[in-house]
T-cell receptor, first 112, second 112 residues
Framework: DQQVKQNSPSLSVQEGRISILNCDYTNSMFDYFLWYKKYPAEGPTFLISISSIKDKNEDGRFTVFLNKSAKHLSLHIVPSQPGDSAVYFCAASEGGAQKLVFGQGTRLTINP | DVKVTQSSRYLVKRTGEKVFLECVQDMDHENMFWYRQDPGLGLRLIYFSYDVKMKEKGDIPEGYSVSREKKERFSLILESASTNQTSMYLC???????????FGPGTRLTVL
């Protein structure tokens, strides 16, 4: 059973516009969420996170929104740049557990 | 900066061979993880370890074993490699109860 789902395998956005990546989860015990970015032939790198006590966290061009009632989070990138082209994974953890549960990933392509 | 290194970037093995994938981290992290990444399936946890000589099964442990004899090193073993174990293998580490994991560059394993 996929507890964390990214239903869009790919997304294409024009440079300078906003990119919105979505993630849904089913486990209401998840209390911390992370986004990772992965380039080909490299390991994922941490991008931004949010605790369940917040509904928004911002870091430069990146903002994560959390809607607990809908069990949904989204990553907004604005403005989008060519270097943002990568695969983005959302991940969730439950109550201090060391494990993360990852979604399937969304491949973001930024077109010039 | 945390550094997680993996012994090989690319590996080609024959069906039935015993395969060792090594991972080393240099930041004294307690937790270490092995994932495999396959298209459309995201990152799936194979095994993790929260202390030396401790190990826990992840979501897909079948066909794999692990070893953690020293805090900084976590090895993934494929006892008898099969073609369905062709994948990208990613090692990660994290500190205590901090959910953020740091990833190595990955090993692309091909089993012929």
């Amino acid at each position: 059973d996929q507890q964390v789902k990214q239903n869009s395998p790919s997304l294409s956005v024009q440079e300078g516009r906003i990119s919105i990546l979505n993630c849904d989860y089913t486990n209401s015990m998840f209390d911390y969420f992370l986004w990772y970015k992965k380039y080909p032939a490299e390991g994922p790198t941490f991008l931004i996170s949010i605790s369940s006590i917040k509904d928004k966290n911002e870091d430069g061009r990146f903002t994560v929104f959390l809607n607990k009632s809908a069990k949904h989070l989204s990553l907004h990138i604005v403005p989008s740049q060519p270097g943002d082209s990568a695969v983005y994974f959302c991940a969730a953890s439950e109550g201090g557990a060391q494990k993360l549960v990852f979604g399937q990933g969304t491949r973001l392509t930024i077109n010039p | 900066d945390v550094k997680v290194t993996q012994s090989s970037r690319y590996l080609v093995k024959r069906t039935g061979e015993k395969v060792f994938l090594e991972c080393v981290q240099d930041m004294d992290h307690e937790n270490m993880f092995w994932y495999r990444q396959d298209p459309g399936l995201g990152l799936r946890l194979i095994y993790f370890s929260y202390d030396v000589k401790m190990k826990e099964k992840g979501d897909i442990p079948e066909g794999y074993s692990v070893s953690r004899e020293k805090k900084e090193r976590f090895s993934l073993i494929l006892e008898s490699a099969s073609t369905n174990q062709t994948s990208m293998y990613l090692c990660a580490s994290s500190l205590g109860w901090d959910p953020e994991q740091f990833f190595g560059p990955g090993t692309r394993l091909t089993v012929l």
